[in-house]
């Protein structure tokens, strides 16, 4: 959000008597000026919290999962739909929500892809961006569920009932938390990158602010930050690149005959 300052009202009154010619009377006194409403009271600062130490997972040893996610990397960027479609499974495309398996068995393993991830036709989808964005990550992990499977990104290793003891301590949910993708990140004190360096991040869990306001006009070209609050209490800017969701959705690989392809997502409303 923008800052914004909240507008001091001046008022003035002017008293106007009127005569009459006949039965005059004394005008009723002005009505006193409505209170002022009172503000609601600034939130208090974020406290510190205790640091809890996070594993980042690491990429299979598999060149050929390497080779296949520099191959999805370039579709995407050239937006080419034909070529995707020879990147996915032909049948048992799977997407799995809250709400069960919600994969249309009347269209293909690719529309049900696009209608996952936001669409591959027009101005305004964002499936070519969120595939670059998969390419681009290199951990997995198995999904139980199906035999095989792996989905991205995989999910950091930390000590469960610590981090539910810190969430519940700053009245915070488990969607406001991330963990830094290396160790040393800078924490700055605005949203720009020659901001002054106010802490580090090390590999640890971090609370991100969800109301970041504006500190930069923003451009096309200019990097995006988020609001962090650190171990320490501080709270600061890091890029949003140099974070992970703690929870995210998933896109899912299984390795056949014909090598990797896309055979599900993990997510969606």
């Known amino acids: 959000m923008s800052p914004f300052s909240t507008p001091v009202l001046l008022a003035s009154a002017l008293l106007v008597v009127a005569s009459c010619p ?22 208090p600062p974020p406290k510190p919290y205790k640091a809890i130490a996070v ?28 070529a995707l479609a020879r ?11 809250d709400t069960g398996n919600r994969a249309d068995k009347k269209k293909s393993a690719l529309d049900n892809l696009g209608a996952a991830i936001g669409g591959f036709g027009g101005p305004d989808t964002t499936g070519w961006e969120t595939l670059e964005a998969a390419a681009a990550e290199p951990s997995v992990e198995p999904y139980g569920a199906k035999k095989n499977v792996m989905c991205a990104p995989a999910s950091p290793q930390f000590d469960v009932p610590a981090f539910e003891a810190t969430a519940k301590d700053t009245g915070t949910d488990v969607d406001e938390w991330a963990f830094p993708t290396t160790d040393g990140i800078d924490v700055r004190a605005a949203g720009k990158p020659d901001a002054p ?3 580090k991040l090390g590999m640890a869990l971090v609370r991100v602010l969800p109301d970041a306001p504006a500190t930069t006009d923003i451009t096309d070209d200019a990097p995006l930050f988020l609001r962090v609050v650190t171990p320490a209490g501080r709270i600061g800017f890091v890029p949003a690149n140099s974070m992970a969701a ?3 959705d998933q ?5 056949n005959a014909d090598g ?9 409303d």
């Open 251 to 255: 896109i899912c690989y299984v390795k």
């Open 55 to 82: 594993t980042i997972p690491t990429p299979p040893a598999d060149p050929s999962f390497e080779a296949f996610r520099k191959r999805l990397g370039e579709v995407a960027q050239k937006m080419d739909r034909a």
């Open 260 to 268: 990797w392809k896309i055979t599900g997502f993990l997510g969606g």
């Open 87 to 97: 990147l996915v499974v032909g049948k048992d495309y799977f997407w799995e929500s």
């Open 197 to 199: 360096v106010i802490d």
């Open 246 to 248: 703690l929870v995210s």
């Open 22 to 43: 006949v039965n005059a009377q004394t005008p009723s006194p002005a009505a006193p000026p409505a209170a002022a409403q009172p503000q609601d009271p600034a939130p």
